[in-house]
């Protein structure tokens, strides 16, 4: 099946730095990728879409100049959560989808756990 | 705009016993319907999905869930569960015609007793 991978798997970082997270397609093309963000024992809540090479669509009440969304290539999107606070601390996930592997299914990476102190 | 609804937040159950999760989507446009699992510390990973067809939909862990449409309803179910299943498991909804964003459902969270 598709693999997603994404890293890293845990980060702290201190209060007002900037922490990059990757997510790779590793055996496919993601032609769209997913940000949720998941607060503990609450469900996933989609912050981003982005697609290849154009900007990424944020949900509303997400702040874009705080999570930065790159999708350079086919195969990586980065998020970038600027200027962290620890209210900032959560688990986020990335998913990919590609319309060659299937057009309904998302392939979810294993998460990172962000803390900011 | 979608949204899914499962009511609950966590179920327990005897090992053995059967199960069933309860999950409610928005709308009534044509929707694919998915059901998620996590386990404690790990990420998400598909448990079965329906797209089209029949509505009974099974996975190979012995899971099923049923598309009901005049319901709105997508109960997952297992006639005897394992301390295995213990996990996280979240419903999700994504619109046919937009093709585009899947929605997640609250989560319910399934505590086996011995």
């Known amino acids: 099946g598709a693999v997603v991978s994404q890293h890293p798997s845990r980060v702290i970082c201190k209060s007002g730095t900037s922490v990059k997270i990757e997510c790779r397609s590793l055996d496919f093309q993601a032609t769209t990728m997913f940000w949720y963000r998941q607060f503990p024992k609450q469900s996933l809540m989609l912050m981003a879409t982005?697609?290849?090479?154009?900007?990424?669509?944020?949900e509303q009440g997400v702040e874009k100049d705080k999570f930065l969304i790159n999708h350079a290539s086919l195969t990586l999107s980065t998020l970038t959560v600027t200027s962290a606070h620890p209210e900032d601390s959560s688990f986020y996930i990335c998913?990919?989808?590609?319309?060659?592997?299937?057009?309904?299914?998302?392939?979810f990476g294993q998460g990172t756990r962000l803390t900011v102190v | 705009a979608q949204s899914v609804t499962q009511l609950d937040s966590q179920v327990p159950v005897f090992e053995e016993a059967p199960v069933e999760l309860r999950c409610n989507y928005s709308?009534?446009?044509?929707?694919?319907l998915f059901w998620y699992v996590q386990y404690p510390n790990q990420g998400l990973q598909l448990l079965l999905k329906?797209?089209?067809?029949?509505?009974l939909v099974e996975s190979i862990n012995g899971f099923e869930a049923e598309f009901n449409k005049s319901q709105t309803s997508f109960h997952l179910r297992k006639p005897s569960v394992h301390i295995s299943d213990t996990a996280e498991y979240f419903c999700a909804v994504s619109d046919q015609n937009r093709d585009d964003k899947i929605i997640f459902g609250k989560g319910t969270r399934l505590h086996i007793l011995p």
């Open positions: 329906y797209l089209s067809g029949s509505t």
């Open positions: 998913s990919a989808r590609s319309s060659r592997v299937s057009n309904t299914e998302a392939f």
């Open positions: 709308s009534s446009v044509s929707v694919y």
């Open positions: 982005s697609n290849e090479g154009s900007k990424a669509t944020y």
